[in-house]
């Protein structure tokens, strides 16, 4: 089943909206296509539709909502039938900025998400227009500008289950997971395509549900980590972690937190693609201690405690502060 053809677009709320679109914009060169209400809708400059990031103000930070793309009319009707089935979907919405009809739902824990096929294409004013003929506007010269949309990773309270509702109802394949002390699932990375994952799950240790832990942006090059780790720096951006290489994904990573609370992931690399159509789930074995540290830094440092307890909306006693490095 290859209904869901890829990640369009993460929707987040911050309490500091204008620190939240001035952290996309100035430090890692993203473009704003529009404002409506008290949202802003951005893109990165090889992002192909009108957007693939909004922000909303809201009290709390967190995910309002994800966007995937069906394959086609027929696989997003395919798909909303077996959302339906379920009993979690939410219905048609066509108000949606960008985009045309689409499908409401949220996963089992809580994550409200959508899927369509007709949205805009992003048609770059003339000053923006690359000559490159396959880049949809130019390389803008603000900070170190990230190249796409990556993608999202979510906290979850129950990950067989949600793990699961992503594999069975919407058709993602399962290609890493990691399993923990007696067996439980701790972890799990999903794709539709040869990326590694669009969306990846990870067990909510403070046993909250629905909630966000990071969207990823990606560079392709890790030298570009190196670059904006000094911008954040110079500039009192908290790093959380990185630059450094995940073992699970391969990838070359550098998290941080924008203005408004949420975490944002940067990606260097790719790490690896897949292209084996009976691929076999990569399971790391975290109750190993081998497996434990490999799998979470391949090499450069370690990850801190926030990383697996800080997620939005925070929940009390486990803000930044509370946990601590
Ligand atoms: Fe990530």
Redesign the pocket.
């Known amino acids: 089943m290859m209904d869901i053809a890829q990640l369009v677009s993460v929707a987040l709320y911050s309490p500091k909206p204008d620190e939240t679109v001035a952290f996309f914009h100035d430090l890692i060169g993203m473009e704003i296509s529009h404002r409506e209400g008290q949202s802003v809708y951005l893109r990165a400059y090889e992002d192909f539709y009108q957007y693939t990031l909004k922000i909303t103000e809201a009290r709390q930070p967190g995910l309002e909502e994800i966007t995937w793309r069906a394959s086609s009319q027929e696989a997003l009707d395919r798909r909303v039938q077996a959302i339906e089935a379920t009993g979690l979907g939410a219905g048609w919405t066509d108000k949606d900025y960008a985009h045309g009809p689409a499908y409401k739902f949220c996963t089992p824990d809580g994550h409200c998400m959508k899927v369509l096929w007709q949205l805009d294409y992003f048609n770059a004013p003339p000053d923006m227009k690359s000559k490159l003929r396959n880049r949809p506007s130019k390389r803008p010269l603000r900070g170190v500008p990230v190249r796409r949309i990556d993608?999202v990773?979510l906290m979850v309270s129950d990950l067989p289950r949600n793990r699961a509702f992503m594999q069975d109802v919407l058709g993602f394949k399962l290609r890493e997971q990691k399993i923990g002390d007696g067996g439980a699932e701790v972890g799990a990375w999903m794709s539709v395509s040869p990326l590694v994952h669009e969306i990846?799950m990870m067990r909510d240790a403070t046993g909250a549900t629905g909630r966000f832990h990071?969207i990823?942006y990606w560079y392709g090059a890790p030298q570009h980590l190196l670059d904006i780790a000094d911008i954040f720096s110079e500039r009192d951006v908290r790093i959380e972690g990185g630059p450094a290489k995940h073992g699970t994904t391969q990838a070359y990573?550098l998290y941080v937190f924008e203005p408004g609370g949420n975490r944002v992931?940067l990606f260097g690399d790719t790490g690896y693609l897949i292209f084996d159509p009976d691929w076999q789930t990569v399971v790391w074995n975290v109750a190993n201690e081998i497996d434990l540290e490999k799998s979470s830094i391949w090499f450069g440092g370690q990850l801190p405690k926030t990383f697996y307890r800080y997620g939005t909306p925070v929940v009390p006693g486990h803000s930044l502060e509370e946990i601590g490095r």
Do not use: D, L, R
Request: aromatic fraction near 14%; glycine fraction near 0%; proline fraction near 0%.
């Open positions: 993608h990773n990846a990071h990823a990573f992931e």
